[in-house]
């Protein structure tokens, strides 16, 4: 343990559960739901409504083998292929093999997914799948189906659930073993202010850190805290270089902030063609999928074209599907096209990549278990081996539905523990607070620095600038600008800044190019020296220590055996 923590008022309140679980997307509540059917006692954590993370945003749908003719192995080669030599097989192998029975309890618990005429589950494409395999609800919009059945399954069901409320540490024991977290609620209610919740078991399940960049699809809850808090908390962390930018995201102008519209991969799957200003098909010739390559590939070949231009977006035209296809298949994208002023039915849709996910996380086994006994991670927030370099599409709310039933296994198997007694750290280290407007100059430096294209120089300078809010941080801040005061803004700030340090420091240190790491001082592929990991961990000094694996498989996280 490193005896770090945020800066914020000792618990004025707590309760006790068997489990606690921090998110409420597709995997905490699918891992809250199996626990509680299991007796235990469960508690669900969420930084504002049990909808509002970022399973409800996901569109193209959900992949699994479902399809006649398609199995299991023809997934897991896609996948293997998608994550270029960093994927662990045997995490991948468990994805593909337990997916479709995962989709189909997923469906028994009340999510209703498209249909074909003969009443079978409607298939489409995208990027990286050679087969029609993703399962998609309302056209393209699958995660509010899956977030809507899923949060009734969990009122109806009863199980307890605390909204508004931002996580701030891991509770241990006296032997180091999880005894639960500390939060703060936003608001009056049952529970105010700074409290904890009681558990031997915590499953983080926090989503992504988006917001680290100015520009993401991440809902503004998406600001890393789940990564900080494992970081703070003593665990490790694993390939946070390789952010996944989504390449077709509506341009809503260069200045554009925030959280942007995302067009659907499925958009390509059914047959919108990439175009430049002068309608000219540039996927042509650069991979033999063309659209549908994997979104490194298509993320960086938009970036080329707009560099060879000068331009700030790309096209993409869907004008053939007429009118009738539009309002059926993508009623959710039509709308937020006009919305901002454009009819994806008569013109071209400008896009551009924008930062979508972390492959990158917790580094977790294939039960979902962390280094820190008794932590468990799984979704967005966790790294199980699944993606390697690059996450193949819509594989992403599979792997949250696969790995947080696995964690409920693992917990429910486990002989039942009395958490021991919280104890404080012997010598803590409270985090200074960033200085006022340092998220917004976080996610200008990590957009400039850290985005699509990098470099050590472009890194170097990141991480310098990213070291001098620290170091303002440390000192308190200056006459002009004072540090910030303990509330959500500031922990929110303070955790963007831990993991936008990390993923610079991962990203300098992999000199190659490979997945949807691209750097542009060495742009190639290096298996001899790179086919391996970086895993960094917080030191009890606050200062990042990086190292990287023996080989591209990950070592054990606890000492239990590991499983074949």
């Known amino acids: 343990m490193t005896g770090i923590r945020l800066h914020a008022p000792a618990p004025g309140w707590a309760i006790d559960a068997d489990v606690v679980v921090v998110g409420s997307g597709v995997a905490g509540l699918t891992a809250a739901l199996r626990c509680t059917a299991a007796g235990l006692r469960t508690v669900v954590v969420t930084k504002a409504r049990l909808d509002d993370g970022s399973t409800r945003w ?51 618990t009340g999510a209703d997914f498209d249909k074909t005429s003969d009443g079978e589950i409607a298939l489409t494409r995208e990027g990286g799948h050679h087969r029609r395999r993703i399962a998609h609800a309302g056209g393209d919009a699958t995660g509010a189906e899956i977030s809507r059945a899923l949060v009734e399954a969990i009122r109806d069901r009863g199980v307890r659930f605390i909204e508004h409320a931002l996580v701030l540490d891991l509770l241990t024991d006296a032997e180091g073993r999880t005894a639960g977290v500390t939060l703060h609620v936003m ?82 799957g059914e047959g919108a063609h990439l175009v430049d200003a002068d309608g000219v098909r540039f996927m042509l010739g650069q991979h033999e999928l063309a659209e549908l390559a994997p979104r490194d590939i298509v993320a960086k070949a938009i970036t080329r074209r707009m560099q060879e231009q000068g331009a700030d977006h790309m096209y993409l035209d869907g004008r053939h599907f007429g009118a009738e296809m539009w309002a059926e298949r993508f009623p959710t994208i039509l709308a937020a096209c006009r919305a901002h002023g454009i009819d994806p039915v008569t013109e071209p849709i400008p896009v551009a990549p924008a930062a979508h996910y972390a492959s990158g996380g917790v580094r977790t086994d294939l039960r979902g278990r962390t280094t820190v006994p008794g932590l468990y991670a799984c979704g967005e927030v966790a790294c199980t081996g699944v993606h390697g370099a690059n996450r193949l599409a819509s594989n992403s709310l599979l792997e949250g539905l696969v790995f947080a039933e696995r964690i409920a296994e693992d917990i429910t198997a486990a002989a039942p523990r009395v958490p021991g007694a919280p104890v404080p750290h012997p010598a803590p280290v409270t985090l200074p607070l960033p200085v006022a407007g340092a998220r917004t100059r976080i996610q200008r430096i990590m957009t400039a620095g850290a985005g699509v294209l990098r470099s050590e120089t472009s890194l170097r300078e990141a991480a310098e600038a990213l070291d001098a809010l620290h170091s303002d941080a440390v000192a308190g801040g200056d006459d002009d600008t004072k540090a910030a005061e303990p509330g959500v803004e500031s922990w929110e700030t303070t955790n963007l800044l831990c993991v936008a340090r990390v993923l610079v420091a991962a990203a300098r240190r992999r000199e190659e190019t490979r997945g949807c790491h691209w750097r542009e001082d060495h742009p190639d592929r290096d298996d001899a020296q790179w086919r391996k990991h970086l895993v960094v961990h917080l030191t009890q000094g606050r200062t990042l220590e990086v190292r990287t694996t023996d080989t591209f498989d990950f070592p054990p996280t606890l000492d239990a055996p590991r499983e074949p």
């Open 187 to 268: 608001g009056e209610g049952q529970h105010d202010g700074v409290g904890a919740v009681h558990a031997p078991a915590v499953v983080l399940a926090t989503g992504g850190m988006g917001q680290v960049f100015s520009a993401t699809t991440n809902p503004g809850v998406s600001t890393g805290d789940g990564v900080a808090l494992a970081l703070r908390a003593g665990a490790e962390v694993s390939d946070l270089e390789f952010v996944q930018f989504h390449p077709t995201v509506l341009f809503l102008g260069a200045g554009a902030e925030g959280q942007q519209p995302l067009v659907s991969e499925a958009v390509r």
């Open 58 to 108: 996901a569109q193209g749908g959900i992949a699994a083998a479902l399809g006649e003719g398609d199995t299991p192995e023809q997934h897991l080669d896609d996948t293997l292929v998608a994550g270029a030599g960093l994927c662990d097989e045997r995490a991948v192998r468990a994805l593909v093999t337990e997916g479709p029975d995962a989709v189909r309890r997923l469906i028994s």
